[in-house]
């Protein structure tokens, strides 16, 4: 076994040579295509290398591990080329990223494995008596399917005194015996001759092959068939309908009679294909098509025809024949995807090889020529690569949103007329990118929620749009953090980071907190992700879920507000002033007075605006001394919400004016109206013993200890002043009323006012809060802040 292989510099259509022996073992290793291509072997997996056999089975491969190229089955030569001089397999190695094509001849050479055969076993000769010496006459060759030296090389006869062979080289190459008669045969001596002609090819060890040769000699008919022409040319067209007439030979023989009759038959020279293709009419010499003609597959047919006449003694003329085939546009053009890239990415770049097209046809002349082509209105192009090979490369960009895949049709067309074409159709799918922002619906979403929601509750559903597939469409929400008095909107808010539906994760009161402006991101999963953001102002909507709160005249929880007013009242003068105050909103929040029970109806007016409890008339001595009012404070919700006060009025004998307008009026005392001098004096000589205790026991003290605070503001100076005050005062009667206005810095003792408030403000602060640093000094229920 031997190996020779030779390697003509790669370009694009450059062709490596490799000779080896037919019949090597299976997986015999023929060269290593890594190296003898100057390739890297650890790429030659990721490259996707394989081998194509053109117009073969497969005989050989490729090991993609070591580069190297094996014998996958045993081949015979002679089954692939027949008797071809030389016999080659066509491969193409083909690699992508990048795509490169490589083309292969191994050369099959041949052995010396078939011993010559002759067609016939047994070969049968007449031969007349009269025939002169040194007449040859043609004999069977043997058939080697082996070629060159393994061929068939000469012929040996067995030893005869009449006959001899010449050894003899045919136009082809082959070797051809002629039988020559050595002297004049006598039949009445011998009627029979019995050769044997032995076939030698040229072989080391050398192969044989015999046949028995039979002469049989006749007797004498000195006259043989003639043709018109020992040589013919004819031409036919490929296709022609079977029975067509071809040639109409004419022999003549000048003998008469039954040694004049000629009969045509093919010589044992013209081949079985032939003799296949084409039939002869042995009585009228017509040749007719009995095979389709493929110019293709076989385009020049060789003959010998031979008219022998039916004489006692039959004599034969010979001619050659040699018919020429014409093509014809009948094969319609090839084509092959060799490579073809799908899916790519829609971002690949311009100029990028998708496909590798090849084109052939059978057809000869313009009829071969082939045209290859691709709709116009795609964003690709086709470039020759090489001799019948297209490359097709991106020509403009590509956007899987607007495309996301195409059907590319190759079209191939011959130049025959009428032109022959062929079409395949592959489809391209294009790989998405992260190349679009997500979308919302609008830029700025406005959302009213209605003030004690249920915590989890809906808001909205702010879904975004991203025209991107898979990953790069998947949306992730998320809000954007924003802190508010110290406060997250992750903490307030939630949303579903999938379907971008917005919860409350309280409940929200519209006294506290009125309204939330903040941004939604979408974020997609592409790599790098994309993102984009929405505006969303939630606007808490008021409900009416505060009754009014009383806040004057100010008593205890449960308890009844009693006050004095003198009997002398005069008509028109301000009893009480009721206060409600509603943390509601404007339209919620305003409030109406009613009486709910009076006493006298006549005596007692009510402002059901501001309040204001005013005498009708003054007191007669029929009234009664206790009066009892009842004021309903009303809001202005659906449904209205309301708070009551009880007044218990307790007229007295006193020279106590009433009120007038928010102006306190001192008390004036006719101590001697009512009262014994002498009571008075004995009071006052009492008082003014203990006033003398008092004060020398305080002196006593101070001298040990610090001097005590002033005295806190006696009980009837803190009514008055809050009496005088009351009509403009605002009551802060909770905690969270108290916050939603001040703010107190413990540290710094100071008190800060969280919104604006309209200047001269009076807030009546039934209790201070704890943990805000302030000190409640007033013995009085409640405070009063000027602010």
């Known amino acids: 076994v031997f190996l020779v292989f030779s390697i003509v510099q790669l370009v694009s259509t450059s062709v490596t040579h490799y000779s080896i022996p037919e019949e090597m073992k299976e997986r015999s290793v023929v060269a290593n295509l890594a190296t003898d291509l100057r390739l890297d072997v650890k790429t030659l997996n990721e490259r996707k290398m394989r081998l194509d056999i053109v117009a073969n089975k497969k005989y050989l491969d490729v090991n993609k591990e070591t580069g190297e190229l094996y014998i996958v089955e045993k081949i015979d030569r002679e089954n692939i080329c027949y008797t071809k001089a030389t016999c080659y397999l066509r491969l193409e190695v083909i690699l992508e990223n990048p795509e490169r094509i490589f083309n292969l001849d191994v050369e099959i050479l041949d052995t010396n494995d078939n011993a010559p055969q002759f067609r016939r076993d047994v070969m049968y000769l007449d031969i007349s008596e009269s025939t002169p010496k040194g007449e040859r006459f043609s004999l069977s060759h043997a058939v080697d399917p082996d070629v060159g030296s393994n061929s068939v090389k000469s012929y040996h006869l067995s030893e005869s005194e009449y006959f001899n062979i010449e050894v003899q080289t045919a136009r082809d190459g082959s070797k051809i015996s002629e039988l020559i008669l050595l002297k004049q045969l006598d039949r009445e001596q011998q009627a029979v001759h019995h050769l044997t002609l032995t076939a030698v090819d040229g072989g080391k060890p050398a192969r044989s092959g015999t046949a028995s040769v039979i002469v049989r000699v006749l007797d004498t008919n000195d006259n043989t068939p003639t043709f018109d022409k020992s040589m013919y040319n004819v031409k036919i067209m490929e296709n022609s309908p079977i029975g067509s007439l071809v040639l109409h030979l004419n022999a003549t023989d000048l003998d008469e009679g039954s040694n004049s009759d000629i009969t045509y038959s093919y010589s044992l020279y013209t081949s079985e294909k032939t003799q296949e293709t084409f039939h002869l009419n042995p009585t009228s010499g017509e040749i007719t098509v009995r095979g389709m003609l493929n110019y293709e597959d076989f385009n020049i047919y060789d003959m010998e025809l031979i008219a022998t006449d039916k004489g006692a003694n039959s004599l034969s003329g010979q001619c050659t ?192 907190e009125k309204e939330f402006l903040f941004h939604i991101e979408a974020r997609d999963s592409g790599s790098p992700p994309l993102s984009s953001n929405v505006s969303v102002h939630i606007i808490i909507v008021d409900q009416n879920d505060n009754a009014p709160v009383i806040v004057s005249p100010w008593r205890a929880h449960g308890s009844v507000v009693e006050e004095k007013i003198p009997r002398s009242t005069d008509k028109g003068s301000l009893v009480a002033k009721v206060i409600a105050l509603d943390t509601d909103s404007v339209h919620n929040s305003r409030i109406t007075y009613q009486f709910l029970q009076v006493t006298d109806a006549t005596l007692f007016s009510l402002d059901q605006y501001n309040g204001e409890i005013r005498t009708m008339r003054m007191f007669s001595y029929r009234d009664p001394r206790h009066q009892r009012l009842v004021v309903v404070a009303k809001d202005n919700g659906e449904p209205a919400l309301s708070a009551t006060v009880t007044i218990k009025l307790s007229t007295e004998e006193t020279a106590v004016k009433a009120y007038s307008d928010m102006t306190e009026v001192p008390l004036e005392y006719n101590i001697f109206s009512d009262l014994n001098l002498y009571l008075v004096i004995g009071l006052g000589s009492v008082s003014f013993l203990l006033l003398i205790t008092i004060l020398v026991t305080i002196v006593l003290k101070c001298q040990k200890a610090k001097p005590s605070k002033a005295a806190p503001p006696s009980r009837n100076s803190v009514i008055s002043e809050r009496n005088s005050t009351i009509a403009d005062s605002t009551l802060v009667s909770n905690d969270a009323y108290w916050y939603s206005l001040f703010l107190a810095e413990t540290r710094k003792g100071k008190l800060v006012v969280r919104q604006p408030v309209p200047k001269g403000s009076r807030y009546i602060v039934s209790s201070i809060p704890r943990g805000t640093g302030l000190t409640d000094t007033s013995d009085s229920a409640a405070s009063t802040l000027q602010v």
Request: proline share 6%; aromatic share 8%.
């Open 321 to 512: 024949i040699k018919i020429l085939v014409e093509d014809m546009n009948d094969n319609h053009p090839e084509l092959s995807i060799k490579s073809f890239q799908s899916p790519v990415s829609e971002d690949i770049k311009l100029d990028t090889v998708i496909a590798v097209v090849s084109v052939s046809d059978k057809d000869s002349g313009e009829n071969g020529i082939v045209d290859l082509h691709i709709p116009d209105n795609m964003p690709f192009k086709l470039r020759e690569s090489s001799d019948n090979y297209y490359e097709l490369v991106v020509s403009e960009a590509l956007d899987r949103e607007k495309v996301p895949e195409y059907d590319i049709t190759f079209t191939v067309t011959d130049r025959g007329s009428p032109p022959l074409s062929d079409n395949e159709t592959m489809t391209l799918e294009l790989l998405d990118v992260n190349d679009n922002v997500p979308q919302f619906p609008k830029s700025f979403y406005t959302i009213r929620v209605m003030e004690n929601n249920a915590p989890g509750a809906l808001l909205e559903s702010l879904s975004a749009f991203d025209p991107d597939l898979h990953e790069n469409q998947y949306l992730v929400y998320v809000i954007i953090e924003k802190e508010i008095a110290n406060t997250s909107m992750s903490m307030l808010f939630s949303i579903n980071p999938e379907d971008g539906k917005l919860y409350a994760l309280k409940t929200f009161d519209y006294e506290i």
